[in-house]
């Protein structure tokens, strides 16, 4: 009967260890998850910065990534990839003593990297790391190389505990507990990132004294209630404990996360600016060259006419950075009546001149009964700015070019709809063309649309697209009262 006990003790003590087994394999799941999503925002952040920075090395990219290396010591190294023609060069970032420019050739494969925009995870020639690259401009790589033993380090995993992590067969990062176990229980899983497509085993060894304690075997069953009751409230403050860390631990998490969320909110304010302004500012550029001919004329009408755009581009330019400003800070929109009709030509007034000189028809139909509606002017006015740009990239090369913008009322919205006959969408990207950074564009930023939805969204407005001959976007608007 005593052998039967202990039996039973010790199939009890291999279920519950199995179940903390269960519960580290499920801690570094979440901790792996946390961790590799860092990865992929400061990845977004860095390339929105590297593209803004064509020139290297950069003083805004050290900085950045000099903050990033001192935040998350996992990430060793940060480095931008210039592949040209039979070179490969790499400015290393977040040094101290600075950037330091590489030359890869001779140590690096980059197979098929410059032909995709996606996120590809790939072992580190040094031990212990794997390396993360993302094309972020034409020929141009971003690398973040993550330090495993660091990624996951949890603290004191215990003795028994063995954990290995591996890419793409590939072992990266491997520890050994419990060589002399009797029996071994294993977990494994395979991340949910599809740009970091890890593979973890968690495995936990059982000796023979921790199936069947020593002091099981003298007086066993006259000391079972004792030990029973000993071995419970063991369990209880084990599991308040590892309780607590757990708890002490996603805290520390959700601060990393936060800071990282910052990271990627300046990378994609920064864009998002350069990407708005570049209008107004060619605008000005180019009337100020105009003003520059008419003084050399002697003709103050045209010098008079082209001053007054300077400043209505100026002001807009202005507005448009308040605009931007208060997007990023969450503030609500700046809403009020106007009449549509009105706002749209006003609008499609900015591009009239620069179609006609391309040689690009704009056909342009409302209905009479548009009537008002309640928007933030100068955001509804660059949303439409910027459909009617696209469509006049699109129809460039097309013979008899030409854009129309209709605008009719439909029960309680109105409906402005920008056609073209241009070569339409790719089927397989009308899904994502209104995510972020994603273009089909050679020197696109894939900024546009995502900001024009969004700023749609604040007036309780949305847009679609479609192919219908040429691209179709097709924007709703409310006319009831203010939201």
Known sequence: MSLAVMGLLGAYQYTSDLSDLSERTRSMEMLLAERLAQHDAHLSGLGAVVRMSPDEPSPSIQGLAENIITRYPRITDIATISIGSGTVRAVSYGRAMGP????????????????????????????????????????????LRIDTDALLDMGDEGAQYS??????????????????????????????????????????????????????????????????????????????RQSQERRAMLFEQEAKL???????????????IAHELAQPIAAILSQSQAAKRALAIKRPDILESAIDANIRDARRAGDI????????????????????????????????????????ALAVTMSDNVGTGHVDVISFQQVLHNLVRNAADAVADRQNPNITVDV??????????????????????????FDPFFTTKTEGMGLGLPLSARLLEKMNGSIEACNDGGARFTIHLPTGMLP
Not at 226 to 233: E, S
């Open 100 to 143: 330091e420019i590489i030359d890869l050739q001779p140590i690096l494969d980059l197979t098929g990297l410059e032909k995709t925009g996606d996120t590809s995870a790939r072992p580190a020639t040094t031990p212990h790391a794997y390396e993360i690259f993302k094309l972020v401009a034409p020929k141009r790589l971003l690398r």
């Open 408 to 433: 009719l009322r439909q029960g309680n919205e109105v409906l402005i709809v920008v056609a073209d006959n241009g070569p339409g969408i790719e089927p397989s990207s009308l899904d994502r063309i």
């Open 258 to 272: 936060a800071q990282a969320g910052r990271v990627n909110a300046i990378g994609e304010m920064a864009s998002g």
């Open 163 to 240: 954990s290995m992590l591996s890419l793409n067969h590939t072992v990266l990062f491997e520890k050994n507990g419990g060589t002399d176990a009797l029996l071994t229980a294993s977990n494994t899983l395979d991340t949910s990132n599809h740009s970091q497509p890890l593979h973890l085993m968690v495995s936990r060894g059982f000796r023979l004294n921790e199936l069947c304690p020593p002091q099981l075997a003298f007086p066993l069953l006259a000391g079972l209630a004792a030990i029973t009751w000993l071995i419970m409230r063991y369990r209880h403050a084990s599991r308040e």
């Open 321 to 360: 950075l308040s605009r931007m400003r208060a997007y990023v800070s969450g503030a609500p929109a700046r809403i009020e009546e106007i009449s549509l009709t009105e706002a749209i030509t006003d609008a499609l007034r900015l591009v009239e001149a620069d179609l006609a000189q391309r040689g690009i």
